[in-house]
């Protein structure tokens, strides 16, 4: 069994930037992925960034160029910058991983973007 607890979140103005951390109480080297997922109220959760055990990092559209993730294995640790943040950013911000045969979420971490 994994856990895994997101930090950083909190209120930001549009333009600012916050880093979301990703503890997790296991290995996250023996993982084939890390990655982030948001869920703003009446959407649907969606990929924000991942991580693969190789270092290959995929983005979608919305974030690319804003967003990066990345990993300490040393530490267990899965960072997310968010660079030029917008309202539409706005979400609950979860942590996943998969490692062989389970999956893990986190319980989630709120950002807002409001002036």
């Known amino acids: 069994q994994v856990q895994l607890v997101e930090s950083g979140g909190g209120l930001v103005q549009p333009g600012g930037s916050l880093r979301l951390s990703c503890a997790a109480s296991?290995?996250?080297?023996?993982?084939?992925?890390m990655a982030w997922y948001r869920q703003a109220p009446g959407k649907q959760r969606g990929l924000v960034a991942q991580i693969t055990s190789g270092g290959r990092t995929t983005y979608p559209e919305s974030v690319k160029g804003r967003f990066t993730i990345s990993r300490e294995n040393a530490k267990n640790t899965v960072y997310l910058q968010m660079n030029n943040l917008q309202p539409e950013d706005t979400a609950v911000y979860y942590c996943n991983g998969v490692w062989p045969g389970r999956t893990y979420w986190g319980q989630g971490t709120q950002v807002t973007v409001s002036s």
């Open positions: 296991g290995s996250i080297f023996s993982a084939y992925v």
